[in-house]
């Protein structure tokens, strides 16, 4: 084209380059627009007979420009675009057709600007946007976007951290040591020694024996303890896992279900890992249901002993951490049996091998070999063979065998002393939760880091835009930043509910324990997940840690029950408060009730409230509170409606719990997410530094209108929303991710993780 003599008598045609480049810039032209093009040049009266063929060869499918003259077209025209704004396709053709000609615009093209600005507008360019190839430089609200600091990281840390910032500070520093340099889980027996030497550091750090009592060499600082697994749990998980298996739940058990003689005998050694040891519940038939254990202990009078035996191979003690390798000692549970009869599921510590490794006469230990993840942790298969062990080795607290050989207990019911046993052991059910919430932070540090940093696409004529600025990326992750958020200050609600416990408040406890647990796993897992996706094919490669994140957390929504029968746990908690409520209800506290749940219908679902979209309303955390208490209490009450009519139809309980199942998971998620709710709310009302408030403000509405929005299937149902607000509140939740994304960096360097636990090399 930039050769033809046509050209040089007549500049004029030099309009037409920018169009022509355009429709060939995706190196096709289809029938449709070469016949539109073909009417559109016809219709150009000022162009004579040789001009509109001239033309008509430039779009001729079997001519098109090669690779060379294509470059040189976009060459030209740059020359017109001076980095420019604002011009469209028209503009710069015009500007071409006067560089080629006298410098000024010609009396025919001057005329016939309207005419050719036509041809733009039918072929359904976009006037402006196809112009934008040719510029240098393209800026747009998108790639402006960019991380600040609205607020002080180091002030957030500190509200993060609170009392425990000091034993937080000291795990970083340790973890960031050399001899804490991370271990590939090639080699099982060399990941196994070096998982154990680390918690050989740590408990030389008498971090392992931190919640025991000072006369057994500890601190009594349970809360330091569960401070200390968070941190850890920025490092190896499977040294996490060990550690908690070593110290919590091995020597737990031993100080919270035995009694002084055992605390003397065996905490001092747990605590400095001089004694390794198991806790040995799960049989291999009876995951969840601890009370169907089969392994049974079975106590002879005249030798003072108990025999531990393993009835059947589905009986066996499964999935038991530190028993394949290390673990010389366990808390072993099983079914206390005592002249023939059965008195339920009591503890004992049983040997399990001497210091050299060599098993016990009677126990019988198989390798789990390795699994998904955790490879790090020893993890066992255990059988009795009529074990003998001393009458002392009971765990005593709750129940005994007295010295004329009869059983005691200073719980008579069953049942209330089975729960009592076990809930004195629900501090694994904080600490499993804070450890995934942990490593949901460094999947979110790793995700966030890189899509601040990686650019990928942008607008025409502009530089790629970093990933984080794209809205589906910020959707994809600022919901979760803010999840984590929000379990976090539940997770320290739930840490001081649980350690200034009262008898009367531990039913209560233990329910937002097994709740919070599952709703902070699952998090973690579809988290880390969405991490992974949102790093493409760097969030694959092992060495930037989201797989190891990934796999060890797995277990997680089934380590300390699974997390579905948890809900179901939770949700039969609650049924037993409403029951109760109900019951001690007179005639004029129930009518209080009716009347609360009809201002309830006044108040909040009038046609004005169901339909109010101010964005004031939709952040008032009023309005979010109350919209999650009503479903809860909606829900809860469903079911128990549900449940009456079933039972009162003459089905069995079991059946009607089974049936309402699905139901009762729903009651376990309200209750749970009010809660967590709440204490976010709380902790933005608490938080004295302004910036740290804002931010925190932000997030805590971004976490109550995403559960909204998730469950706005739920509000429509009820009537208790319509959907111009639903659509509203979807709205203002890609808002918030918009306004979140800019503070999302400082928001992860809160969490302030050591480089060395981070590890990633696409976050550092």
Not at 19 to 25: C, R
Not at 40 to 51: F, G, R, V
Not at 163 to 168: G, L, R, S, T, V
Not at 596 to 624: C, G, K, W, Y
Request: aromatic share 10%; proline share 3%.
């Amino acid at each position: 084209m930039l050769e033809s003599s046509l050209l040089k008598k007549n500049p004029d045609l030099f309009v037409f380059l920018p169009i022509l480049y355009t429709v060939w810039s995706d190196a096709v032209l289809t029938p449709s627009e070469i016949a539109t093009l073909q009417g559109l040049i016809a219709s150009q009266a000022w162009l004579n007979t040789d001009e509109r063929n001239f033309l008509l060869e430039q779009i001729s499918p079997s001519t098109p420009p090669s690779p060379d003259e294509f470059m040189a077209w976009r060459e030209m025209i740059k020359r017109v675009t001076n980095g420019s704004t604002g011009n469209s396709l028209v503009d710069l053709g015009l500007k071409l057709a006067a560089l080629h000609g006298d410098g000024t615009m010609s009396a025919t093209l001057e005329k016939e600007k309207s005419s050719l600005a036509n041809i733009e507008k039918t072929l359904g360019l976009i006037s402006y946007e196809a112009a934008y190839s040719f510029q240098s430089a393209h800026a747009t609200i998108t790639s402006a976007q960019a991380t600040r600091n609205t607020f002080d990281t180091g002030k957030l840390t500190a509200i993060l951290d609170g009392e425990n910032a000091a034993i937080i500070r000291k795990v970083k520093t340790l973890l960031s040591d050399p001899e804490f340099e991370y271990v590939g889980p090639g080699d099982l027996a060399l990941y196994r020694a070096k998982v154990l030497q680390w918690c050989k550091f740590l408990a030389e750090q008498g971090y392992g024996s931190m919640a025991y009592p000072k006369e057994y060499g500890g601190q009594g600082d349970m809360a330091a303890y569960f401070a200390i697994m968070e941190t850890l749990s920025y490092h190896d998980l499977s040294m996490v896992i060990k550690f908690g298996v070593q110290f919590g739940l091995w020597g737990m058990s031993v100080y919270f279900l035995g009694t002084e003689k055992h605390h003397k005998k065996y905490l001092k050694d747990i605590g400095t890992l001089e004694l390794p040891g198991c806790f040995a519940m799960t049989e291999t038939n009876h995951g969840s249901n601890v009370k169907g254990i089969e392994t049974t202990a079975t106590y002879d009078h005249t030798t003072k002993t108990f025999v531990i035996h393993t009835p059947n191979e589905q009986a066996r003690k499964e999935y038991i951490g530190n028993a394949a390798l290390h673990g010389q000692m366990a808390t072993v549970f099983a079914k206390l049996m005592l002249d023939g009869k059965d008195y339920g599921v009591s503890a004992f510590v049983v040997t399990l091998r001497d210091k050299k490794g060599n098993l016990h006469p009677g126990v019988i230990i198989k390798d789990c070999g390795r699994k998904m993840g955790l490879n790090g942790v020893d993890n066992g298969v255990i059988s009795f063979n009529h074990v003998v062990i001393p009458k002392e080795n009971m765990l005593d607290r709750f129940a005994n065998v007295s010295e004329q050989g009869k059983f005691e207990s200073p719980i008579a019911s069953d049942n209330r002393r089975f729960f009592t046993m076990l809930g004195t052991l629900v501090g694994g059910r904080i600490g499993i939760p804070r450890s995934g919430n942990a490593a949901s932070k460094s999947g979110l540090t790793i995700a966030i880091r890189y899509g601040d940093q990686r650019k990928q696409f942008g607008p025409e004529g502009g530089t790629e835009v970093p990933i984080l600025n794209y809205r589906t990326h910020q959707k994809r992750l600022m919901p979760l930043l803010a999840n984590t958020y929000a379990l976090h200050f539940s997770l320290e609600y739930l840490t001081t509910r649980f350690l200034n416990r009262k008898e009367e408040d531990m039913q209560e406890i233990e329910a937002l324990a097994a709740g919070i647990k599952s709703f902070a796993t699952w998090n973690t897992t579809a988290t880390l997940q969405e991490c992974r996706e949102a790093c493409g094919g760097k969030g694959y490669l092992s060495e930037n840690r989201i797989d190891a994140l990934k796999n060890d957390t797995d277990i997680y929504t089934t380590f300390e029950g699974d997390n579905t029968v948890l809900m179901q746990l939770v949700a039969k908690s609650r049924l037993t408060e409403f029951k109760q409520e109900f019951s001690n209800m007179n005639v004029f506290t129930i009518l209080n009730y009716v009347a609360d749940q009809a201002r309830t219908s006044i108040s909040e679902m009038n046609p004005i409230a169901v339909r109010n979209t101010s964005e004031e309303h939709l952040l008032d955390p009023e309005f979010q509170w109350q919209a999650f208490k009503y479903r809860e209490r909606d829900i809860l009450t469903s079911a128990a409606k549900r449940l009456k009519r079933h039972i009162d139809s003459g089905m069995d309980s079991f059946d009607a719990f089974n049936v309402c199942q699905h139901h009762l998971v729903q009651v376990g998620f309200a209750y749970i997410e009010r809660i967590i709710l709440e204490q976010f709310i709380s902790q933005v009302a608490n938080t004295k530094d302004a910036g740290c408030k804002v931010v925190l403000k932000k997030l805590c509405d971004l976490f109550a209108l995403s559960q909204i929005d998730k469950n706005k299937g739920w509000y429509l149902e009820q009537g208790y929303m319509e959907g111009v607000k639903t659509k509203a509140i979807r709205k203002l939740v890609n808002q918030l991710c918009w306004e979140i994304r800019q503070e999302a960096v400082p928001l992860t360097d809160a969490f302030n993780i050591p480089d060395r636990c981070l590890a990633a090399p696409i976050a550092l």
